[in-house]
Each structure stands twice: as structure tokens, then as C-alpha cells.
């Protein structure tokens, strides 16, 4: 599978992602030279996938934009005494469902999956631009905010066998 598939996919279901369930509507950029650098703290959720094909799934963003996912999603404003933590977990969910969209418009949907509950960790923008050393990434401008995400494909396949009993 190409780096350029992979991409295309990634902007597709991403866009469609984050307009359905959180109505913010990012649009494909060409990955910065250099990050901002404002107050914006940028994390990132990532998880891995098994089964049919393995691999890792990372989405990098601001966390205003994790806090904006969350309000939307909720529907309502956040509390200060929660919003990090809502932010977060909204990122989090925020990736399930690419990832499981993500899966099924690459494999098809007869692929089997195990995936990996998301993983949340800070990030500095220069390490954003490293962490894109793969070609299989694609970055969105949220609100002027960068988002990229990331498809990293492992090599080994697992094929379904019978064992004739």
C-alpha cells in the first residue's frame, strides 16, 4: 500500500470524523515547516491494532483542539474543574472512531481487529515534525491549529487458517 493511499485515507476519514461528530471541519495541509509556537500544549493519543494486519494509529493535536472536540461532542460548555480530563478522553474517543473507520476503508470490512485502548502523552512541536519521518501521515488545519495523524502499517500478516478438522 502506498504512502500516498495511506494519506488520502488518513485526510478523508479524519475530515469526515471530526465533521460528523464534533463539527469542526479540518482542512489538508501541507505539514508546517515549523509548528506555533503559542501557549498551545499539542498531545498525543495514539494505539495499536492487531489481527489482519498490525500496526499503530496516532493522532497529534493541540490541546485547545482536544478541548473543542470535547464541548462539541458534549454539546455543552466544560467545567473548569474537568476540562483537561474530558479533553482528554474526548481525543481519545476521537481516535477509536478514526481508527475503526480508518481500518475498514484500508482493509475492508471482513478485516478482524483487535485494538489497543488509546494511550495519551504530551508532545512538543518539534517532535511533531520529527514524529512525521514516515511518509504515512497526513496533517489538517483545524481552526488554524495543526492536526496530523499517522498510520504506521507492520509488515507481518495474519492469515486465517483452517486446520481441516
Known sequence: MSDQTIRD???????????????????????????????????????????????????????????????????????????????????????NIIAGQLLIQMYGDKA??????PEVKETAPADIIASAGTDAYACSMVDGRPVLAALTPKTDVYEHTSTGR
Open 112 to 117: 478482524l481487529f483487535n485494538l489497543s485502548a
Open 9 to 95: 485515507a488518513l485526510n478523508e476519514v479524519v475530515a469526515r470524523v471530526f465533521q460528523q461528530t464534533a463539527f469542526l471541519f479540518p482542512e489538508p495541509a501541507d505539514l508546517p515547516e515549523s509548528m506555533p509556537s503559542g501557549d498551545d500544549a499539542f498531545i498525543a493519543v495514539s494505539l495499536t491494532f492487531s489481527g489482519d494486519r498490525s500496526g499503530d494509529i496516532c493522532l497529534i493535536l493541540p490541546e485547545t483542539v482536544c478541548r473543542e472536540l470535547a464541548a462539541n461532542l458534549l454539546g455543552e460548555d466544560l467545567t473548569e474543574d474537568l476540562i483537561r480530563e474530558t479533553a482528554l478522553d474526548a481525543a481519545k474517543e476521537t481516535l
